[in-house]
C-alpha cells in the first residue's frame, strides 16, 4: 500500500477547498436562474382564521405550502392572494393606513379588490386564491384567476 505523502494530501485539500469556494459562489447564481417553482400550493383549503376574527380593514397572513398567502377582508368581501410579489418575489403585506397590498422591497402597491397592481416596478398582479367560510371559518385555496 503506497503511503499518501504531505505534498499530495495537501494538494487534495486545496482542491476541496476550492471546489467548495467555487460551489458556494456560483449556487446562488444557479439559484437566481432558476428559481424554485412558485405553484407549489397546498391541495386542500387552508385554514385562515375564524370569520369573527376577521373584520372589514383586517387582512390575515397564511402559510400556504411553500410561500404565504394574504387574506383581506375588504368592503367588498373577502379576497385572497399569494403574498409573493410578481417583481423579485419578496413578501407582500397589507397596509391598513393605505388600505392597500405593499411590497416592501421596491415599493409594489397592489390593488386589495383584485390584485392588481397600482403602483411600482411589479409586472403583473398578485395571484388570486379563493375564500370560502366553513363552519364560521375562513378558509383559502388555490384556484382563482390569475
Ligand atoms: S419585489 Fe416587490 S416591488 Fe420589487
Redesign the pocket.
Known amino acids: 500500500m503506497s503511503k499518501i505523502t504531505r505534498r499530495d494530501f495537501l494538494k487534495i485539500v486545496n482542491k476541496v477547498l476550492a471546489a467548495t469556494g467555487l460551489a458556494a459562489v456560483f449556487a446562488p447564481v444557479v439559484a437566481y436562474f432558476y428559481p424554485p417553482s412558485l405553484e407549489e400550493t397546498p391541495s386542500e383549503p387552508v385554514l385562515v382564521v375564524a370569520e369573527v376574527e376577521l373584520p372589514i380593514g383586517k387582512a390575515q397572513t397564511v402559510s400556504f405550502g411553500r410561500y404565504p398567502a394574504l387574506v383581506i377582508h375588504t368592503p367588498e368581501g373577502l379576497r385572497a392572494y399569494s403574498a409573493v410579489?410578481?417583481?423579485?418575489?419578496?413578501i407582500?403585506k397589507w397596509d391598513e393606513e393605505q388600505a392597500k397590498i405593499v411590497?416592501?422591497?421596491?415599493?409594489?402597491f397592489f390593488d386589495p379588490s383584485d390584485g392588481s397592481v397600482i403602483a411600482?416596478?411589479?409586472p403583473t398582479g398578485l395571484k388570486v386564491l379563493q375564500t370560502e367560510i366553513k363552519d364560521g371559518d375562513i378558509y383559502v385555496s388555490a384556484g382563482g384567476e390569475a
Open positions: 410579489c410578481t417583481h423579485f418575489a419578496c407582500c411590497c416592501p422591497c421596491h415599493d409594489g411600482g416596478p411589479p
